[in-house]
């Protein structure tokens, strides 16, 4: 399974709204950025990073792929994929600008596209290629209803759809109002029209500082929230773990983590309870799985973010042990060949060979960009 060619590709799909904000991104894309991988005996594998649909910082992770990564793999077994990433991670010059941001968004889509073809050289689905799923029920949390640009009539409406029309019994809400007196009203108004029963994170995207996180978890401490997602900026080990001190709520973070040397200083400094590794940042499913191992030896429950992204990250949750729900934001799932489906709250187990990571050859056509 000789690598012949790696070709990069950039996709800016439209969201399920017209355009959705949380406390520090506006977007109306997403941006699919990633890797064909091909090899002489005809196979290709496919894997991609997340994006803002950015176009000039899309050029980048493409560039840092064509120029950097692909003659590094040329004529390379592909099979070999923890050698190969290693070979990439550590490569000197590389490693010298790298370690996070765009040569590990580039190393994500490397590492994802030879897991693909792994499986697909196997004949079977990711998740059976690593070892067998765990579960025949990984359950979903509606993240898609929750975005702060709603207005909170449209917010409880969407919260009460999502559980009462489609079978969702976790909702994730978005909150970081300048005024967080404004998030515990919204917060208060699903409550009221949910009920009891249905499990409410909330996901702050960094957005506040300790005293305003501590304040808000105290005025919010009656609404049973499951967890508190990003609360402070993202690098704040010591703020995180002084917050989970103060509070019954539990944090959660990781999607903008970019190492597992970056989790072990969370889960060491006590600063973390639901560990939310994404293999879009982290440099792909072989550094995932490094996480997802350290949080189980820790006994702390794992919940990969970017449900946008769960064409792989449904495989991963139905394998590992420490993972038992997973995010559901529907914005790429229907430009693939195997789209991440749920029903009734719960997520469809893939069964095709793959990671699920092949796009639609008309979705290529339709929404594929430049690469400059």
């Known amino acids: 399974m000789k690598i012949a060619s790696v ?4 996709l800016h799909l439209p969201l399920t709204a017209e355009s959705i904000a949380d406390s520090t991104h506006s977007i109306t894309h997403w941006g699919v950025v990633g890797a064909k991988i091909a090899t002489t005996d005809g196979l290709e594998g496919y894997g991609f990073t997340g994006t803002h649909a950015h176009l000039p910082s899309d050029r980048l992770i493409t560039a840092c792929i064509r120029d950097c990564y692909a003659p590094l793999l ?8 923890q050698r190969l990433w290693t070979k990439l991670a550590r490569h000197p010059a590389l490693q010298w600008v790298g370690r996070a941001g765009i040569t590990h968004l580039a190393l994500a889509a490397i590492d994802v596209a030879l897991w693909d073809l792994k499986a697909k050289k196997a004949g079977v689905p990711l998740w059976s290629c690593l070892g067998g799923a765990r579960t025949d029920r990984l359950e979903a949390y509606n993240t898609d209803i929750g975005w702060l640009s709603f207005s909170t009539d449209d917010l409880v409406a969407g919260s009460a759809r999502a559980v009462e029309e489609d079978g969702f019994t976790r909702i994730k809400i978005k909150v970081g109002h300048d005024d967080p007196t404004i998030d515990v009203a919204r917060l208060e108004a699903v409550r009221r029209r949910v009920g009891s029963a249905v499990r409410i994170a909330i996901d702050g995207n960094g957005r506040w500082d300790l005293p305003t996180c501590q304040r808000f978890c105290a005025r919010a401490a009656g609404l049973d929230i499951y967890w508190f997602e990003e609360p402070m900026w993202y690098d704040d080990i010591a703020g995180h773990a002084a917050l989970a001190r103060s509070t019954p709520i539990p944090v959660a973070l990781g999607e903008q983590l970019y190492s597992v040397d970056a989790f072990r200083a969370f889960i060491a400094a006590g600063a973390v309870a639901y560990v939310q590794p994404d293999v879009t940042r982290l440099g792909g499913i072989t550094e995932y799985i490094q996480v997802a191992d350290l949080a189980l030896a820790h006994r702390l429950p794992v919940v990969p973010h970017a449900g946008e992204m769960s064409q792989v990250h449904v495989h991963l949750s139905y394998w590992h042990p420490a993972s038992t729900i997973l995010e559901y934001i529907p914005w790429i799932k229907d430009h693939f060949h195997e789209p991440a489906q749920v029903e009734g709250g719960i997520f469809h187990r893939p069964e095709q060979p ?7 050859a008309d979705s290529l056509a339709r929404y594929g960009q430049s690469l400059g």
């Open 7 to 10: 070709e990069p590709f950039i």
């Open 74 to 81: 040329s004529g390379e077994d592909a099979a070999d994929h």
């Open 354 to 360: 793959g990671a699920s990571t092949t796009p639609l």
